[in-house]
């Protein structure tokens, strides 16, 4: 980034005591952040608290925030019903070492939604879930490889750490063994043909594992018939289908994206919106495979049983509030409010782009947006954007120095997006948040094309 960047400057005159925090963060973490999509040059905003669709930094700015809990807070932040089950559940204790009553009501109600979820194993968190998807699998058809697809982000544990924004070529990342990574199979997600040869000829594959809306929650999206496609060919190879719902699991519907696009998987992983916005991931899925878990089943049938400890699976706090949320989703229109919304934004963005005359363009399903920030300088009609159109190594790209002042330039209108160039949108977003939206995005593309050429319309 330009040292004299306008749009630097500005935002460093509004956010001092961040600054400040930021500076005190250098000295304990590297990079002064603890999660990497929270890197922001140069520094983040440190937030105090947060209600609904808002959240205040610690200088006392609004914003509308599309970050949303990174996907977690379907219902906003605060929601009343979800703080009083976990009040009452702190009442009871942290932590008791024992099962308890919340974790059976928190099963419940992702079976409830999800058919497909005969059983059900918590864990900590969406890595972790994927993880132990993996073992399932391995396990349950004594198969050593994992295929996946570039681009698809599946958490940051060995077998997923290449292949999603780089070595799309399968080469280990540092601190990855060479003989870890070479037990997976990358794959073109457009190319339904290929995957059906790599199956074809590589018997020793367990399970194909997939963001079922497309990589990076749907950032590079797949073909609408592409997972229906994946479904028979895996069943026709004895392969497991394995949907990664940390991101879309009750987002994109009720039930998923396995409701949505009509299509059973034979495990899913969840996390995020599972959890109601406290740590929490599942894995769930077919009885006869989650019984790798189960202690009578490995008896009865003479199998070793798969070791699955954890300290925080299930923890109470947040089984009470991941049954309240789901419980609320369930009953309630949440889901349809959210997307409805995201339908209305998506144009509004692409409208105030076409006025601007940049060639960029807003893009999505349900309750999310992305930005195609075209850094080939294509041409680009926002209005008439088709993302099927464009290559998945292309449409994820984003120059990072263009996209961090785009980041600062919206947070000086007071919307804040992730660092990917996308947001999640939750029930509580409404027509005040939608117009200040709208405005800020158009006085940050001003900003940003008067401080560079950006490609146009």
């Given at each position: 980034?330009?040292s004299n960047?306008?749009?630097?400057?500005?935002?460093v005159?509004?956010t001092p005591s961040?600054?400040?925090?930021a500076e005190?963060?250098g000295a304990?973490?590297?990079?002064?952040i603890?999660?990497?999509?929270?890197?922001?040059?140069?520094?983040g905003?440190?937030?105090e608290?947060?209600?609904g669709?808002?959240?205040?930094?610690?200088?006392?700015?609004?914003?509308v925030?599309?970050?949303?809990?990174h996907g977690a807070?379907m219902l906003?932040?605060?929601?009343?019903e979800?703080e009083?089950?976990?009040?009452?559940?702190?009442?009871?204790g942290?932590?008791?070492?024992s099962?308890?009553?919340f974790?059976?009501a928190?099963?419940?109600s992702v079976q409830a939604?999800?058919?497909?979820?005969?059983r059900?194993?918590?864990?900590?968190?969406?890595?972790e879930?994927t993880l132990l998807?993996?073992r399932?699998?391995?396990?349950y058809t004594?198969?050593s490889r994992?295929a996946r697809?570039r681009?698809?982000?599946h958490?940051?544990h060995?077998h997923?750490a290449?292949?999603?924004?780089?070595?799309?070529?399968g080469?280990a990342?540092?601190?990855?063994?060479?003989?870890v990574?070479?037990?997976?199979?990358?794959?073109?997600?457009?190319d339904?043909?290929?995957v059906?040869?790599?199956?074809?000829?590589?018997p020793?594959?367990a399970?194909v594992?997939?963001?079922?809306t497309?990589?990076g929650?749907g950032m590079?999206?797949?073909?609408p018939?592409?997972?229906a496609q994946?479904r028979?060919?895996?069943?026709?190879?004895g392969v497991?289908?394995?949907?990664?719902e940390?991101?879309?699991?009750?987002?994109?519907?009720?039930?998923?994206a396995?409701s949505?696009?009509?299509?059973?998987?034979?495990?899913?992983?969840?996390?995020?919106?599972?959890s109601?916005g406290?740590p929490?991931g599942?894995?769930?899925?077919r009885?006869?495979i989650?019984?790798?878990?189960d202690?009578?089943?490995?008896?009865d049938r003479?199998?070793?049983?798969i070791h699955?400890?954890?300290?925080f699976n299930?923890?109470?706090?947040?089984?009470?509030?991941?049954?309240?949320t789901?419980?609320i989703?369930a009953?309630?229109d949440a889901?349809?409010?959210?997307?409805?919304?995201?339908?209305?934004l998506?144009?509004?963005?692409?409208?105030?782009?076409?006025d601007r005359?940049?060639?960029w363009a807003a893009?999505?399903?349900q309750a999310s947006?992305?930005?195609f920030?075209?850094a080939?300088g294509?041409?680009?009609?926002p209005l008439?954007?088709d993302?099927?159109?464009?290559?998945?190594?292309?449409?994820?790209?984003?120059p990072?120095g263009?996209?961090?002042r785009?980041r600062?330039?919206?947070?000086i209108?007071?919307v804040?997006i992730s660092?990917?160039?996308?947001?999640v949108?939750?029930?509580?977003?409404d027509?005040?948040?939608?117009?200040?939206?709208?405005t800020a995005f158009?006085?940050a593309?001003a900003?940003?094309?008067?401080e560079?050429d950006?490609p146009?319309?």
């Amino acid at each position: 980034m330009l040292s004299n960047s306008p749009i630097q400057n500005k935002y460093v005159e509004r956010t001092p005591s961040s600054r400040a925090l930021a500076e005190q963060a250098g000295a304990y973490f590297p990079s002064a952040i603890t999660h990497d999509s929270r890197h922001t040059t140069p520094y983040g905003i440190y937030v105090e608290r947060a209600l609904g669709s808002r959240k205040w930094d610690v200088d006392g700015n609004e914003y509308v925030d599309y970050f949303g809990g990174h996907g977690a807070l379907m219902l906003g932040h605060r929601n009343a019903e979800v703080e009083g089950c976990i009040q009452e559940a702190l009442a009871a204790g942290t932590h008791f070492g024992s099962s308890h009553q919340f974790e059976v009501a928190w099963a419940a109600s992702v079976q409830a939604l999800m058919p497909a979820a005969e059983r059900i194993r918590f864990t900590a968190s969406g890595t972790e879930a994927t993880l132990l998807a993996m073992r399932l699998a391995r396990a349950y058809t004594g198969r050593s490889r994992i295929a996946r697809f570039r681009t698809h982000f599946h958490g940051w544990h060995d077998h997923m750490a290449f292949g999603v924004s780089g070595h799309f070529d399968g080469t280990a990342t540092p601190g990855v063994l060479r003989e870890v990574a070479a037990q997976v199979l990358l794959l073109d997600p457009d190319d339904i043909d290929a995957v059906a040869r790599a199956l074809e000829n590589d018997p020793d594959i367990a399970a194909v594992i997939l963001e079922p809306t497309g990589g990076g929650g749907g950032m590079a999206p797949l073909a609408p018939d592409f997972v229906a496609q994946l479904r028979q060919i895996t069943e026709q190879h004895g392969v497991l289908l394995i949907m990664d719902e940390v991101v879309t699991g009750f987002r994109v519907h009720k039930g998923g994206a396995q409701s949505l696009l009509g299509v059973t998987p034979d495990l899913i992983s969840l996390a995020k919106i599972l959890s109601g916005g406290l740590p929490g991931g599942a894995v769930a899925g077919r009885a006869d495979i989650l019984d790798h878990l189960d202690f009578q089943a490995a008896a009865d049938r003479s199998f070793e049983k798969i070791h699955h400890p954890g300290t925080f699976n299930a923890n109470p706090l947040s089984a009470a509030a991941g049954a309240k949320t789901l419980e609320i989703i369930a009953s309630t229109d949440a889901t349809e409010r959210a997307a409805a919304f995201g339908a209305r934004l998506r144009p509004r963005l692409n409208q105030v782009f076409a006025d601007r005359g940049l060639a960029w363009a807003a893009y999505g399903e349900q309750a999310s947006f992305f930005v195609f920030m075209n850094a080939k300088g294509q041409a680009v009609d926002p209005l008439n954007f088709d993302p099927l159109a464009i290559p998945y190594q292309e449409i994820k790209a984003k120059p990072p120095g263009l996209m961090n002042r785009l980041r600062l330039a919206l947070l000086i209108g007071g919307v804040d997006i992730s660092g990917s160039g996308g947001g999640v949108i939750s029930a509580t977003h409404d027509d005040n948040d939608l117009e200040r939206t709208v405005t800020a995005f158009d006085q940050a593309a001003a900003m940003l094309m008067a401080e560079e050429d950006l490609p146009r319309t």
